[in-house]
C-alpha cells in the first residue's frame, strides 16, 4: 500500500492527478488521506479520543476495520499483515492506554524493519500537559522507538502527515511511524488537498551503493578462499531474493540466512547450510568461525549471532552491505562498509562480478565447499524421541511443515517453539516465515497470524505458539471467529515456560522456579485449551499421542472455514539443540547436552 508513495519527490509532477480540495473535518480527511495511499485494512479499538475518526471510517468502502480485543493485538496484526506482503501495516488506538498498549508491538516493529504507521487519538490541544483523562505523552514515550512520529494539533496538517508518514515507513530501512492527532483536530473543519506537499529535509536514504565499493568487494570475493555469504532479513525486505540466488549460483559458496531471513533462499538448495546462532545449525556456526571473508548482506552481527563478539570469526575480513549506514560496524568493523538498498547491491555484485570474471576467475572453492558438507553430514538437526512415550514437539512442527507444505505461511511465538520452528519447517521462499526476532515478544504469535491471513486470505496460515505465549494475546481468536479469520494455531503445550526452563535446567541446578503453567496436567488443565477454543468460537482440537500427529493435523488442514486451535500435549523435557551459552563464543556450540565444543578451530 506504500509503492504509490515510494518515490514521490517534495513537489507533485505535472504528470500526477489534479490536487483534490474538498471542505471535510479532520476527521475526514484522515480517512481520504489513508485511502489515498492505498490501505486496504486497519486494525483497532475504539475510544474516546479517536472517535471522531471512527465515524467516517464507517462510512469507507475502500478500507476494512478489524476490531481486536486488545491493542497490542492490533499492533502485531499490522506487523503480521506488514511482514506477509512487504506492505505498510496500519494499526489505530485511543489515547492514554490505548496508545501505550501499541508500545511493544511499535518496538518490535522498530527492531525487525517492519513498515508499519500507528495512528492515536490525543486528548485536546488545550489539555494537553494538564494530566488530562487518558492523557499520555505517546510521542515522547515512542520516540526511541519509532523511525519517526508526529503531534498533529492543525487538522490541515493531517494529509501531508499520513503522506509522509507512509513514505518514511516504507522506505530506506522499513520501520513504524506515529501519527498521534489531538481531538479537536479530528473535529474541526478543514480544507482536504491531496496530493500534499511533503517536505523531508535530511530524510534521503541511499539506496545505490558506490562502484568504488562494489569493485573493491568483488575484488575481495575473488580473492577468498573460504567465503561466506551471511545473510539477513534486509534481503527479504528489499525484494532481493531472486538476485541473492543469482549471487549464490555463481559463486556456489556457504550461504548462512538468520533467523529473520528463513526462506530468502530455499533450505533444499546445496549451498545453504543453515541458520547461524545461538540455536542455529553447527555447520552455519562453523561456516561463519572458519571463513577467512563474511559478506553481510542486510545483517546487523546481532548477538544472538556472534555470541562473545571478541571471538566471533576471527579470522574474517568482512564485506557488510546495509541500507542502514548505523548498522554497519556497529558491532564488527567492516573492511568494506557498502551503504545501499540490497537488491542494489546484489545486483551490482553480480554485474562486477560477470565483468572482470574473465580478467581475474574466482578462487577455487571445492576443498572449501566439501569441508563444510562434511561438518554438515556430521552434525545434521535432530531430536531424540522422548522415553516417556509423550511427542517429541520438534516432531509435531516437523510434521506441520511436511503436512502444510511450502506455500503455507508459518508464524511462530517466542521460545523454544519459535527455535524448533526455524529449525524443522522446511522454507523455500521468502515471507513464508514470520516471527518476533529482535525484541523477543511474547504474544506476538496469533494477532501475527491473523494479519498474515488477511493480508493473505488464500493461504494457509499456521501459528506455532508456546502454552506460555499463547495465554498473552489469544482473545484476538474471538477476533478471527467473528470477522471470518480462519487461522490455525499449534500450541506447543510443555506446561511450562519452556525456554527459561532449559536454562533453569542447564545453568541453574534444575530449580524450577515459577515455569510450571499447569496447561498440561491431565486432571486439571488450567486452561482447557479445547474448551477455550471452543468457547472463543474456534474448533478445538487435542492431540496427545505421537501416532496420531498426522491425522490430527490433516483434520485441521481440511477446516478451511473456522479458526482451529490444536493442543499438542508434548514431552516437558524437550530442550533446544545446538546451542551457543550466552557469553561465550562459538567456538562453544553444544550439539548435545555434555558436548562441547563440537570442533577445534585449531584443526
Not at 112 to 126: C, E, N, R, W, Y
Not at 345 to 374: G, K, S, Y
Not at 391 to 406: K, L
Not at 464 to 471: E, K, S, Y
Request: glycine fraction near 8%; proline fraction near 7%.
Amino acid at each position: 500500500m506504500a509503492t504509490r508513495l515510494a518515490h514521490d519527490s517534495s513537489t507533485p509532477s505535472a504528470t500526477e492527478t489534479p490536487a483534490l480540495l474538498e471542505h471535510l473535518t479532520g476527521a475526514q480527511s484522515l480517512v481520504r488521506s489513508l485511502e489515498e495511499v492505498g490501505v486496504d485494512v486497519i486494525f483497532g479499538l475504539p475510544g474516546g479520543a479517536i472517535l471522531p475518526a471512527y465515524d467516517p471510517l464507517l462510512d469507507s468502502t475502500a478500507v476494512r476495520h478489524i476490531l481486536v480485543r486488545h491493542e497490542q493485538g492490533a499492533g502485531h496484526a499490522a506487523q503480521g499483515y506488514a511482514t506477509a506482503t512487504g506492505k505498510v501495516g496500519v494499526c489505530m488506538a485511543t489515547s492514554g492506554p490505548g496508545a501505550t498498549n501499541l508500545v511493544t508491538p511499535l518496538a518490535d516493529a522498530y527492531m525487525d524493519s517492519v513498515p508499519l504507521v500507528a495512528i492515536t487519538g490525543q486528548v485536546g490541544s488545550q489539555s494537553i500537559g494538564t494530566d488530562a483523562f487518558q492523557e499520555a505523552d505517546i510521542r515522547g514515550i515512542t520516540m526511541p522507538i519509532t523511525k519517526h512520529n508526529y503531534l498533529i494539533t492543525d487538522p490541515a496538517k493531517i494529509p501531508q502527515a499520513i503522506a509522509e508518514a507512509f513514505h518514511i515507513a516504507a522506505t530506506g530501512r522499513p520501520g513504524p511511524v506515529l501519527v498521534d492527532i489531538t481531538k479537536d483536530a479530528l473535529q474541526a473543519q478543514t480544507v482536504f488537498t491531496w496530493p500534499p506537499t511533503m517536505d523531508l529535509p535530511g530524510y534521503h536514504p541511499t539506496t545505490r551503493p558506490h562502484s568504488k565499493q562494489i569493485r573493491e568487494a568483488a575484488r575481495l570475493i575473488r580473492q577468498s578462499h573460504r567465503p561466506v555469504l551471511y545473510v539477513g532479513g534486509g534481503v527479504i525486505k528489499a525484494g532481493a531474493s531472486r538476485a541473492l540466488r543469482d549471487l549464490v549460483d555463481r559463486l556456489r559458496i556457504p550461504l548462512v540466512a538468520t533467523l529473520m531471513a528463513r526462506g530468502v533462499l530455499p533450505d533444499e538448495h546445496p549451498m545453504h547450510y543453515g541458520m547461524p546462532g545461538m540455536h542455529g545449525s553447527v555447520s552455519a556456526v562453523t561456516a561463519l568461525q572458519r571463513s577467512d571473508l563474511i559478506i553481510a548482506l542486510g545483517a546487523r552481527f546481532d548477538d544472538r549471532v556472534t555470541g562473545k563478539l571478541s571471538t566471533f570469526a576471527p579470522l574474517a575480513t568482512v564485506i557488510h552491505a546495509d541500507i542502514d549506514p548505523a548498522e554497519i560496524g556497529k558491532n564488527r568493523h567492516a573492511d568494506v562498509p557498502i551503504v545501499g538498498d540490497c537488491l542494489d547491491v546484489i545486483r551490482a555484485l553480480n554485474e562486477e562480478l560477470d565483468r572482470t570474471n574473465h580478467d581475474t576467475p574466482l578462487a577455487d572453492h571445492t576443498a572449501w565447499v566439501e569441508e563444510m558438507d562434511r561438518v554438515r553430514a556430521t552434525y545434521p538437526l535432530g531430536y531424540p524421541r522422548p522415553e516417556s512415550g509423550l511427542m517429541a514437539p520438534q516432531q509435531v512442527i516437523e510434521r506441520i511443515g511436511m503436512i502444510a507444505g511450502p506455500e503455507a505461511t508459518y508464524v511462530s511465538g517466542v521460545g523454544q517453539h519459535q527455535m524448533w520452528a526455524a529449525q524443522f519447517v522446511r522454507y523455500s521462499r521468502p515471507r513464508s516465515w514470520l516471527n518476533s526476532g529482535g525484541l523477543g515478544t511474547m504474544g506476538y504469535c496469533v494477532p501475527a497470524a491473523m494479519g498474515a491471513k488477511v493480508a493473505e486470505p488464500d493461504r494457509v496460515v499456521w501459528a506455532i505458539d508456546g502454552d506460555g505465549c499463547f495465554q498473552m494475546t489469544n482473545q484476538e481468536l474471538a477476533t478471527c471467529a467473528i470477522e471470518g479469520i480462519p487461522i490455525k494455531v499449534a500450541v506447543i503445550n510443555n506446561s511450562s515456560l519452556g525456554m527459561v526452563r532449559q536454562w533453569q535446567n542447564l545453568f541453574y541446578d534444575e530449580r524450577y522456579s515459577n515455569t510450571d503453567l499447569h496447561t498440561g496436567h491431565e486432571t486439571r488443565r488450567i486452561p482447557d485449551f479445547v474448551k477455550l477454543a471452543e468457547a472463543y468460537g474456534c474448533i478445538g482440537l487435542r492431540c496427545e499421542r505421537p501416532e496420531d500427529i498426522d491425522a490430527t493435523i490433516e483434520a485441521a488442514m481440511a477446516i478451511t472455514d473456522q479458526p482451529v486451535v490444536v493442543d499438542f500435549v508434548v514431552c516437558p523435557d524437550a530442550q533446544v539443540w545446538p546451542m551457543v551459552p550466552a557469553g561465550v563464543g562459538n567456538d562453544e556450540i553444544m550439539y548435545a547436552r555434555g558436548l562441547s565444543p563440537v570442533w577445534d578451530r585449531e584443526e
